[in-house]
């Protein structure tokens, strides 16, 4: 890995340094991280998996995604929020997810909280996309530095107040800002990797909700 944090694959591409060239790491940093995200139901996805990486790695929980999927429902929060105490002990005696109790509460009330959330705003896309950056409170170049030194940024604070103002939980600004980064509210592949300009020509084709 160089400095500015890419390194050259197997296949002569430049990319990001996180994936390690795991080829499961490596498929989600190709086909997925950073690209645009207006489905709901994804998002809601995005940031509760976010919420469970918390002190854990990613990589954890992108290996126990579809077991999570199965667990919530496909993470549709209209049938997450209608869970009860025994879906909670389900959820605690399923060895294919993060079993913290903490967390999986967490889920069901952010799934009412999400159907609040789009009753008022129409969409949860909506909402999140609202928070878009400004091109001219973006890092001029993104590099590992920068990425190293922003765990948060002025965005994910807002968001995350706000969130927890409406009663969303395990939101706070570094979850909030890996999801930013995931659902491709900002882009922050890597100056040099080859995804950055497949992911601007995404961004800049979007139609925003």
Known sequence: MSESGIIIGEDGKSRCHWHANLPDYLRYHDEEWGRPVTDDIRLFEKICLEGFQSGL???????????????????????????????????????????????????INNARRAIDLRSEFGSLARYFWSYEPRPEDRPAIVDREHIVANPTTATSVRV??????????????????????????VNDHLEGCFCRAEVEAMRAALVRP
């Open 57 to 107: 790695s990613w990589l954890t929980i992108l290996r126990k995604r579809e077991n999570f999927r199965a667990a919530f429902a496909g993470f549709d929060f209209e049938k997450v929020a209608r869970f009860g105490d025994e879906d909670i002990a389900r959820c605690l005696a399923d060895a294919g997810i993060i079993r913290h109790r903490g967390k999986i509460v967490s889920t």
């Open 160 to 185: 995350s107040k706000d969130l927890k103002k409406r009663g969303w939980t395990f939101v706070g600004p570094t979850t909030v800002y890996a999801f930013m980064q995931a659902m491709g509210l």
